[in-house]
């Protein structure tokens, strides 16, 4: 054991403030740091591969609202079901790579893997490049998601951020805006317009 003596108590003083200091600086980055909500990959709810993977730039612009217009769903048993069957529909009917969301997340507030982060998505048209598409599964023109759900997706976007996948000053909008849809729903869609980076007039 190393032990350190000092002759002066000015000299004592300050190296104990060095060391709070440090000490405090450390613990306030801790705080600083996203907890990123549980996300579970493609592979895990039974995805198949793309067809064809088109990345983006990152880190990306916009963030794009949808619901899915499906039976809502909690565990991965029922949600892996629709998100299967909504892939080979996108796939095999509509001609799509792959399922056309980058994320979708179950009323557990758990986060799926769809395209993912940095892969283009089919979700918006115009905004497919510069876009991260996130889709609520289930329908929400008169409901909103649960508390779960949408605090997931708002971990989400800032994890995102965090790790430099979202542009720290993201625009955040329904596919309602800028597509002929009422995607996300009207309950979700006025929801969403009091979280941060809310475009009204994209």
């Known amino acids: 054991?190393?032990?350190?003596?000092?002759?002066?108590?000015w000299l004592v003083a300050v190296v104990v403030v060095l060391l709070v200091a440090l000490v405090s600086a450390g613990k306030s980055r801790h705080r600083s740091r996203v907890n990123c909500p549980t996300i579970k990959l493609k592979r895990q709810w039974g995805g198949k591969p793309s067809l064809g993977l088109h990345y983006q730039v990152r880190p990306i612009r916009?963030?794009?609202i949808h619901h899915t217009v499906t039976g809502e769903c909690s565990g991965l048993v029922k949600c892996a079901e629709i998100l299967q069957n909504m892939q080979?529909?996108?796939?095999?009917?509509?001609?799509?790579?792959?399922?056309?969301?980058?994320?979708?997340?179950?009323s557990d507030g758990i986060v799926y893997e769809g395209t993912g982060w940095?892969?283009?998505?089919?979700?918006?048209?115009g905004y497919n490049a510069n876009g991260t598409g996130i889709a609520f599964i289930g329908n929400f023109v008169d409901k909103l998601p649960t508390d779960a759900a949408l605090q997931a997706a708002k971990d989400l976007l800032a994890c995102g951020v965090q790790q430099g996948?979202?542009?720290e000053d993201y625009a955040l909008i329904a596919g309602s805006q800028?597509?002929?849809t009422q995607?996300?729903?009207?309950?979700l869609y006025n929801e969403i317009q009091e979280w941060p980076h809310w475009l009204s007039n994209p």
Do not use: C, K, W
């Open 178 to 180: 800028v597509i002929s």
């Open 1 to 9: 054991m190393l032990v350190v003596r000092f002759r002066s108590p």
């Open 183 to 187: 995607s996300p729903g009207l309950t």
């Open 165 to 167: 996948e979202l542009s």
């Open 88 to 106: 080979a529909y996108h796939q095999n009917d509509l001609d799509y790579n792959d399922i056309s969301y980058n994320f979708l997340i179950g």
């Open 118 to 125: 940095g892969l283009r998505g089919a979700h918006t048209y």
């Open 62 to 64: 916009y963030v794009v």
